[in-house]
């Protein structure tokens, strides 16, 4: 009698980290979620992996400019359900202040992180978290694709 076949993996994979509120801290959420979207089968230089790593970087950035509070770390929480083909992304911070979209000004170097996910991600929001602060999610689509070899 032959055992029932299970998946060698689970259909939802997930990736956490703490990361300081810094400008270096937010990059390197950045590059570890595009490592981890390669690992996961999607590689660099496609749009589900480019978009997704755009969301994260904005997310992060303005947890470590905007959401920052001295001496606190703000986290990352990646998850991909493969079943359903989206990837969520979530960033605490430990700052009370909710994100505001701003229409920025043409020439402004600064303003377009809320537009930027509104346009990459299919819905984000913002929820309160276990202590002080709070989370800033979005969702985006991804197509299912096979584990790597």
């Known amino acids: 009698m032959q055992a029932p076949h299970t998946p060698s993996s689970p259909s939802v994979r997930s990736f956490a980290q703490r990361f300081s509120a810094t400008r270096r801290g937010a990059r390197l959420a950045r590059l570890l979620v595009a490592h981890q979207l390669t690992a996961w089968g999607h590689p ?5 992996h480019d978009a997704v790593a ?12 905007h959401g920052r509070v001295p001496g606190r770390d703000f986290a990352l929480h990646l998850t991909w359900d493969a079943r ?3 990837i969520r992304v979530e960033v605490s911070d430990t700052h009370p202040a909710q994100p505001t979209r701003v229409v920025p000004v043409s020439d ?7 537009v930027l996910i509104e346009a990459f991600a299919t819905r984000w929001g913002v929820r309160d978290r276990v202590g002080p602060g709070k989370t800033v999610w979005a969702e985006c689509a991804l ?3 096979p584990d790597p070899l």
């Open 54 to 65: 755009l969301v994260v970087g904005e997310l992060a950035a303005n947890a470590a400019l």
């Open 143 to 145: 197509p299912n694709r």
């Open 44 to 48: 660099y230089g496609t749009p589900p």
């Open 108 to 114: 402004a170097d600064h303003g377009r992180g809320l």
């Open 84 to 86: 359903d083909g989206v």
